[in-house]
Protein backbone atom coordinates (compact mmCIF):
# COMPACT_ATOMS: atom_id res chain seq x y z
CA UNK A 1 0.00 0.00 0.00
CA UNK A 2 3.19 2.36 0.64
CA UNK A 3 5.37 3.58 -1.92
CA UNK A 4 9.08 3.77 -1.33
CA UNK A 5 10.62 6.99 -0.73
CA UNK A 6 12.59 8.44 -3.61
CA UNK A 7 12.73 11.61 -4.62
CA UNK A 8 11.56 14.98 -2.76
CA UNK A 9 9.65 15.92 -5.89
CA UNK A 10 8.25 12.35 -6.02
CA UNK A 11 7.24 12.56 -1.95
CA UNK A 12 5.78 16.14 -1.95
CA UNK A 13 4.32 16.95 -5.42
CA UNK A 14 3.81 13.15 -6.33
CA UNK A 15 0.99 10.95 -6.31
CA UNK A 16 2.06 7.72 -4.43
CA UNK A 17 1.35 7.37 -0.74
CA UNK A 18 4.95 7.14 0.50
CA UNK A 19 4.53 7.85 4.24
CA UNK A 20 7.76 8.55 6.38
CA UNK A 21 7.82 6.66 9.83
CA UNK A 22 9.81 8.08 12.51
CA UNK A 23 13.07 5.94 14.59
CA UNK A 24 10.24 4.39 16.87
CA UNK A 25 7.84 3.27 13.27
CA UNK A 26 5.28 5.83 14.25
CA UNK A 27 3.58 8.90 12.39
CA UNK A 28 2.07 11.66 13.99
CA UNK A 29 -1.85 11.74 13.63
CA UNK A 30 -4.38 15.29 13.86
CA UNK A 31 -7.63 14.35 14.65
CA UNK A 32 -10.60 16.63 13.73
CA UNK A 33 -14.15 16.85 13.73
CA UNK A 34 -15.44 16.43 10.27
CA UNK A 35 -18.25 18.62 11.14
CA UNK A 36 -17.03 21.32 13.00
CA UNK A 37 -13.96 20.99 12.35
CA UNK A 38 -12.59 21.35 16.13
CA UNK A 39 -9.81 19.46 17.02
CA UNK A 40 -10.18 16.56 18.84
CA UNK A 41 -6.25 14.76 19.47
CA UNK A 42 -3.10 14.12 18.48
CA UNK A 43 -1.98 10.93 18.43
CA UNK A 44 0.31 8.56 16.38
CA UNK A 45 0.06 5.50 14.12
CA UNK A 46 2.70 3.12 13.40
CA UNK A 47 2.88 0.91 9.91
CA UNK A 48 0.13 -1.58 10.30
CA UNK A 49 -2.48 1.27 12.29
CA UNK A 50 -2.14 3.42 9.08
CA UNK A 51 -2.57 0.27 6.79
CA UNK A 52 -6.01 -0.85 8.85
CA UNK A 53 -7.28 2.91 9.15
CA UNK A 54 -7.20 2.88 4.95
CA UNK A 55 -8.64 -0.25 4.90
CA UNK A 56 -11.19 -0.46 7.61
CA UNK A 57 -12.49 3.79 7.22
CA UNK A 58 -11.82 3.75 10.94
CA UNK A 59 -9.52 5.15 13.20
CA UNK A 60 -6.36 3.00 14.35
CA UNK A 61 -3.94 4.17 16.15
CA UNK A 62 -0.73 3.23 17.79
CA UNK A 63 -1.07 3.29 21.38
CA UNK A 64 2.39 4.43 23.08
CA UNK A 65 1.01 4.18 26.85
CA UNK A 66 -0.06 0.39 26.10
CA UNK A 67 2.46 -0.36 22.88
CA UNK A 68 -0.08 -1.94 21.00
CA UNK A 69 -2.47 -1.02 18.23
CA UNK A 70 -5.58 1.20 19.35
CA UNK A 71 -9.07 0.94 17.33
CA UNK A 72 -10.61 3.82 19.19
CA UNK A 73 -14.15 3.48 20.37
CA UNK A 74 -13.38 -0.52 21.11
CA UNK A 75 -13.84 0.12 24.51
CA UNK A 76 -16.07 2.96 24.82
CA UNK A 77 -18.28 2.97 21.57
CA UNK A 78 -16.56 6.10 20.37
CA UNK A 79 -15.58 5.10 16.99
CA UNK A 80 -14.40 7.68 14.72
CA UNK A 81 -15.59 7.23 11.39
CA UNK A 82 -12.75 8.64 8.64
CA UNK A 83 -14.51 10.81 6.29
CA UNK A 84 -11.13 12.20 4.78
CA UNK A 85 -7.57 11.32 5.39
CA UNK A 86 -4.60 13.67 4.07
CA UNK A 87 -0.78 13.48 4.37
CA UNK A 88 1.13 16.48 4.38
CA UNK A 89 3.93 17.79 2.00
CA UNK A 90 6.75 15.33 3.06
CA UNK A 91 4.17 12.58 4.03
CA UNK A 92 5.17 12.47 8.04
CA UNK A 93 1.82 13.32 9.13
CA UNK A 94 -1.57 12.78 8.51
CA UNK A 95 -4.84 14.75 8.96
CA UNK A 96 -8.20 12.89 10.12
CA UNK A 97 -11.55 14.16 9.40
CA UNK A 98 -13.50 11.98 11.36
CA UNK A 99 -17.42 11.59 12.71
CA UNK A 100 -17.71 9.99 15.80
CA UNK A 101 -20.75 7.72 16.82
CA UNK A 102 -22.12 7.21 20.16
CA UNK A 103 -21.44 10.56 22.84
CA UNK A 104 -19.23 12.24 20.47
CA UNK A 105 -15.95 12.69 22.73
CA UNK A 106 -11.92 12.10 21.87
CA UNK A 107 -10.64 12.49 25.39
CA UNK A 108 -10.44 9.71 28.18
CA UNK A 109 -11.35 12.31 30.58
CA UNK A 110 -14.65 13.45 29.15
CA UNK A 111 -14.36 16.19 27.52
CA UNK A 112 -15.16 16.45 23.68
CA UNK A 113 -11.32 17.31 22.46
CA UNK A 114 -8.20 16.62 24.02
CA UNK A 115 -7.53 19.87 23.66
CA UNK A 116 -10.15 21.55 26.42
CA UNK A 117 -7.25 24.02 28.06
CA UNK A 118 -6.14 27.51 26.52
CA UNK A 119 -2.73 29.25 27.01
CA UNK A 120 -3.14 33.27 27.57
CA UNK A 121 -0.19 34.54 25.17
CA UNK A 122 1.32 37.86 25.78
CA UNK A 123 4.46 38.93 28.35
CA UNK A 124 3.91 37.71 31.90
CA UNK A 125 5.79 37.58 35.10
CA UNK A 126 8.14 34.44 33.81
CA UNK A 127 8.70 33.18 37.67
CA UNK A 128 5.01 31.70 37.89
CA UNK A 129 3.81 28.88 35.46
CA UNK A 130 1.10 30.23 32.92
CA UNK A 131 -2.22 29.39 34.28
CA UNK A 132 -4.47 27.40 32.11
CA UNK A 133 -7.98 28.26 31.20
CA UNK A 134 -10.89 25.79 30.82
CA UNK A 135 -12.89 25.91 27.39
CA UNK A 136 -14.71 23.35 28.09
CA UNK A 137 -16.76 23.36 31.17
CA UNK A 138 -18.16 20.21 31.22
CA UNK A 139 -17.44 16.77 30.71
CA UNK A 140 -19.48 14.43 27.85
CA UNK A 141 -19.02 11.43 29.71
CA UNK A 142 -17.95 10.05 32.86
CA UNK A 143 -15.00 7.81 32.19
CA UNK A 144 -14.88 5.78 35.15
CA UNK A 145 -18.24 4.83 33.99
CA UNK A 146 -16.98 4.42 30.34
CA UNK A 147 -13.15 2.85 31.21
CA UNK A 148 -13.83 1.61 34.42
CA UNK A 149 -10.35 0.31 36.53
CA UNK A 150 -8.63 0.81 32.96
CA UNK A 151 -5.00 2.14 33.63
CA UNK A 152 -4.76 5.98 32.75
CA UNK A 153 -2.78 6.08 29.86
CA UNK A 154 -1.56 9.78 31.16
CA UNK A 155 2.45 9.39 31.97
CA UNK A 156 3.94 11.95 33.99
CA UNK B 1 6.74 29.50 33.00
CA UNK B 2 6.37 25.61 33.16
CA UNK B 3 5.04 23.98 36.32
CA UNK B 4 7.20 20.64 37.25
CA UNK B 5 4.47 17.55 36.44
CA UNK B 6 3.90 16.21 39.89
CA UNK B 7 0.56 14.33 39.03
CA UNK B 8 -2.09 13.38 36.52
CA UNK B 9 -4.37 14.80 38.42
CA UNK B 10 -2.33 18.35 38.22
CA UNK B 11 -1.40 17.43 34.41
CA UNK B 12 -5.11 16.78 33.30
CA UNK B 13 -7.91 18.74 35.28
CA UNK B 14 -5.48 21.60 36.67
CA UNK B 15 -5.03 25.02 35.68
CA UNK B 16 -0.95 24.78 35.74
CA UNK B 17 0.77 24.79 32.24
CA UNK B 18 3.62 21.83 32.53
CA UNK B 19 4.34 20.21 29.13
CA UNK B 20 5.62 17.27 28.27
CA UNK B 21 8.55 17.28 25.89
CA UNK B 22 9.92 13.84 24.39
CA UNK B 23 13.65 12.55 24.50
CA UNK B 24 14.31 14.94 22.16
CA UNK B 25 13.19 17.75 23.97
CA UNK B 26 10.13 18.70 21.34
CA UNK B 27 6.61 18.72 21.68
CA UNK B 28 4.34 18.54 18.24
CA UNK B 29 2.16 21.51 17.40
CA UNK B 30 -0.84 21.21 15.21
CA UNK B 31 -1.41 24.74 13.42
CA UNK B 32 -5.21 25.50 11.94
CA UNK B 33 -6.25 28.34 10.57
CA UNK B 34 -8.22 30.14 12.89
CA UNK B 35 -10.60 31.93 10.90
CA UNK B 36 -11.65 28.75 8.49
CA UNK B 37 -10.80 26.16 10.85
CA UNK B 38 -8.04 24.80 8.31
CA UNK B 39 -5.30 22.39 9.07
CA UNK B 40 -2.29 24.36 7.93
CA UNK B 41 0.62 22.37 9.48
CA UNK B 42 2.24 19.83 11.58
CA UNK B 43 5.36 20.93 13.24
CA UNK B 44 7.62 20.85 16.69
CA UNK B 45 8.84 23.53 19.40
CA UNK B 46 11.23 22.79 22.29
CA UNK B 47 10.77 24.53 25.40
CA UNK B 48 12.66 27.83 24.57
CA UNK B 49 10.35 28.19 21.01
CA UNK B 50 7.36 26.98 23.23
CA UNK B 51 8.32 29.86 25.41
CA UNK B 52 8.90 32.56 22.64
CA UNK B 53 5.56 31.06 20.86
CA UNK B 54 3.65 32.17 24.65
CA UNK B 55 5.25 35.36 25.03
CA UNK B 56 5.31 37.19 21.39
CA UNK B 57 2.16 35.68 20.65
CA UNK B 58 3.42 34.21 17.20
CA UNK B 59 4.38 30.83 16.28
CA UNK B 60 7.84 30.16 16.89
CA UNK B 61 8.39 26.52 16.19
CA UNK B 62 11.96 24.36 16.24
CA UNK B 63 12.88 23.28 12.91
CA UNK B 64 14.28 19.63 13.25
CA UNK B 65 15.71 19.66 9.87
CA UNK B 66 17.93 23.19 10.58
CA UNK B 67 18.11 22.24 13.88
CA UNK B 68 17.24 25.60 15.36
CA UNK B 69 14.48 28.10 16.50
CA UNK B 70 12.12 28.78 13.69
CA UNK B 71 10.28 32.10 13.76
CA UNK B 72 7.63 31.45 11.30
CA UNK B 73 7.38 33.92 8.90
CA UNK B 74 10.84 35.21 9.03
CA UNK B 75 12.33 34.66 5.52
CA UNK B 76 8.82 34.67 3.65
CA UNK B 77 6.62 37.17 5.90
CA UNK B 78 3.47 34.81 6.28
CA UNK B 79 3.94 35.17 10.11
CA UNK B 80 1.46 33.62 12.45
CA UNK B 81 -0.36 35.41 14.96
CA UNK B 82 -1.47 33.28 17.52
CA UNK B 83 -4.91 33.84 18.30
CA UNK B 84 -5.60 30.91 20.79
CA UNK B 85 -3.21 28.01 21.97
CA UNK B 86 -4.40 25.22 23.25
CA UNK B 87 -2.38 22.28 25.29
CA UNK B 88 -4.22 18.59 25.35
CA UNK B 89 -4.99 16.77 28.01
CA UNK B 90 -1.53 14.74 29.20
CA UNK B 91 -0.29 18.25 28.09
CA UNK B 92 2.07 16.88 25.34
CA UNK B 93 0.48 18.32 22.21
CA UNK B 94 0.00 21.52 21.53
CA UNK B 95 -2.88 23.77 19.48
CA UNK B 96 -2.01 26.74 17.84
CA UNK B 97 -4.86 28.83 16.20
CA UNK B 98 -3.26 31.45 13.79
CA UNK B 99 -4.12 34.08 11.70
CA UNK B 100 -1.51 34.93 8.32
CA UNK B 101 0.04 38.01 7.33
CA UNK B 102 0.57 38.44 3.77
CA UNK B 103 -0.41 35.63 1.37
CA UNK B 104 -1.82 33.40 3.87
CA UNK B 105 -0.14 30.34 3.29
CA UNK B 106 1.74 27.74 5.22
CA UNK B 107 3.73 25.56 2.68
CA UNK B 108 6.80 25.52 1.78
CA UNK B 109 6.05 24.04 -1.46
CA UNK B 110 3.82 26.51 -2.04
CA UNK B 111 0.21 26.00 -1.42
CA UNK B 112 -1.94 27.15 1.32
CA UNK B 113 -1.95 23.90 3.78
CA UNK B 114 0.57 21.66 4.54
CA UNK B 115 -1.78 18.48 3.64
CA UNK B 116 -3.17 19.59 0.27
CA UNK B 117 -3.41 15.70 -0.60
CA UNK B 118 -6.14 13.07 0.37
CA UNK B 119 -5.81 9.69 0.52
CA UNK B 120 -8.76 7.42 -0.33
CA UNK B 121 -9.91 4.63 2.09
CA UNK B 122 -11.64 1.64 2.11
CA UNK B 123 -10.61 -1.62 0.56
CA UNK B 124 -8.34 -2.00 -2.46
CA UNK B 125 -5.92 -4.13 -4.02
CA UNK B 126 -2.93 -4.07 -1.51
CA UNK B 127 -0.25 -4.56 -4.08
CA UNK B 128 -0.45 -1.21 -5.24
CA UNK B 129 0.67 1.90 -3.67
CA UNK B 130 -2.47 4.44 -2.84
CA UNK B 131 -2.90 7.24 -4.96
CA UNK B 132 -2.98 10.41 -3.68
CA UNK B 133 -5.53 13.12 -5.00
CA UNK B 134 -4.96 16.94 -4.55
CA UNK B 135 -7.57 18.64 -2.66
CA UNK B 136 -5.61 22.26 -3.38
CA UNK B 137 -5.05 22.55 -7.11
CA UNK B 138 -3.06 25.92 -7.37
CA UNK B 139 -0.29 27.08 -5.23
CA UNK B 140 -0.82 30.16 -3.62
CA UNK B 141 2.86 31.59 -4.04
CA UNK B 142 6.17 30.82 -5.80
CA UNK B 143 8.59 28.84 -2.95
CA UNK B 144 11.65 29.36 -5.63
CA UNK B 145 10.77 33.34 -5.96
CA UNK B 146 9.71 33.38 -1.52
CA UNK B 147 12.89 31.05 -0.52
CA UNK B 148 15.78 31.42 -3.30
CA UNK B 149 18.09 28.41 -3.29
CA UNK B 150 17.49 27.99 0.79
CA UNK B 151 17.50 24.19 1.05
CA UNK B 152 14.44 22.13 0.60
CA UNK B 153 13.26 21.11 4.53
CA UNK B 154 12.42 17.93 3.50
CA UNK B 155 13.92 14.71 4.18
CA UNK B 156 13.57 10.92 2.52
Redesign the interface.
Known amino acids: ???E????EQ????????P?FDAQGLI?V?T?DYD????L??GYMNREALQQ???L?EAVYFSRSRNALWHKGATSGMVQK?R???????QD?V?LRVQISGRAAS???G?RS??????P????D?S??????F?ECEKVFDPQEVYGDAP?????
Open positions: MFARVSIVEEGHELAKPVTSGELMHTIEGVELRIDDDAWCHVYCFYRSVVGPQGQPRQLVENPTKL
